[in-house]
């Protein structure tokens, strides 16, 4: 299963675009991972961030949604979160009644069947806010929900449009997920976000530090330099020669740590010989503005000082004998 939020990640692009452009603004994000192996089993699994922060999980087995953080209930009172979980309960229940049925009425559905959705809103003031709600089918996208209606996707299958015909003549649902979308998301990410401050404006400093291995491009030397956990996303990384930028810097995605900061790193091909003089540079927002950590590669690299530490050790033993012996020779000459 776990190739299943991969394939989401790649199915709404747009989704991580934007909320990369916009994280000040910690996007709101559920995702539902619907498995159907056959008419007789079904799952549904449920992920909730705040920005880059888990803050919800629903597991199959569970009636209840857990919370990840101390504040994922927001400033919801007990009532309110209780109302809205039965809400989900209920929603959850008839979403796999109705995938069984479309799968019965539509022929050119077969088992089994992998439905995976995307959905929450972005809150930028007190009243703006933007919503989203994607489908996908099989791993593909397929339709959405666009301010009063399902909309289909372009390119979708052509069965498609029957199941927008009857999910649009439901009035309840419409109604419920308008409300749900427009009324209650907004809310519910505006206490998230008070409840949730201190941790979503957290600073950690980067730890960062360098190696080198063998390039593929022969008679050359990849450097490699390790940024890692800091927090938030955001960071500035460049390997230098003195003052002068290397723009053929490569830079990796960011990768989560287990403890919520990223990890990243910025590689740099060079040609054997020609490394000395060249270090990484690193800024970032918990820096505090013009601080800027840099890592000089060749300078007390952990090889060198292995060696000089073996040499100071050899230099040391040598002098003892020389003195040793010479002292025995001494005793003996005087007895
Ligand atoms: C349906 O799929 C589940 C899970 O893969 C399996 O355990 C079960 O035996 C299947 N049932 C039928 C009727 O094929
Ligand atoms: C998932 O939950 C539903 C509803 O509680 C249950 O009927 C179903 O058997 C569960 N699926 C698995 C694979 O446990």
Same mark, same amino acid.
């Given at each position: 299963m776990w190739y299943l939020p991969c394939l989401l990640f790649w199915v709404f692009p747009w989704v991580w675009v934007q909320s990369e452009a916009q994280q000040k603004n910690f996007p709101f994000r559920c995702l539902q991972i619907s498995s159907f192996p056959n008419s007789s089993c079904a799952t549904t699994e449920g992920l909730a961030w705040l920005g880059d922060l888990q803050t919800h999980r629903w597991s199959n087995a569970s009636d209840t949604i857990d919370f990840?953080?101390?504040? =994922?209930?927001?400033?919801? =009172?007990d009532q309110q979160w209780e109302q809205l979980q039965r809400i989900l309960q209920v929603y959850r229940f008839s979403f796999t009644r109705d995938v069984q049925e479309f799968v019965k009425m539509l022929p050119n559905i077969q088992y089994p069947v992998e439905i995976q959705l995307s959905t929450g809103c972005d809150v930028y003031s007190e009243n703006a806010s933007e919503n989203f709600f994607y489908v996908a089918f099989q791993g593909e996208y397929i339709l959405s929900f666009q301010g009063t209606s399902f909309q289909k996707a372009p390119g979708?299958?052509?069965w498609t449009e029957l199941v927008i015909k009857v999910l649009n003549g439901d009035q309840g649902t419409m109604e419920t997920l308008q409300w749900l979308l427009n009324d209650i998301c907004p809310k519910f990410v505006h206490g998230l976000l008070q409840a949730g401050k201190a941790e979503l404006e957290k600073q950690e400093k980067p730890e960062v530090w360098l190696s080198s291995g063998l390039s593929p491009k022969h008679g050359h030397l990849q450097l490699v330099c390790h940024v890692s956990g800091f927090y938030p996303k955001p960071v500035w990384v460049m390997w230098r020669q003195g003052e002068q930028k290397q723009n053929s810097t490569q830079r990796s995605d960011y990768l989560p740590n287990a403890d919520e900061t990223w990890y990243l790193q910025a590689t740099l091909d060079v040609e054997?010989?020609?490394?000395?003089g060249l270090a990484c540079c690193v800024n970032h927002s918990s820096l505090g503005g013009q601080d800027i950590i840099c890592r000089s590669h060749g300078k007390h690299s952990p090889v060198g000082v292995i060696i000089a530490a073996v040499l100071v050790v050899l230099i040391c033993a040598g002098i003892c004998y020389v003195v040793y012996t010479k002292k025995r020779r001494s005793y003996r000459d005087i007895l």
């Open positions: 990840l953080k101390p504040w =994922s209930q927001g400033k919801f =009172s979708a299958p052509p054997a010989g020609k490394e000395t």
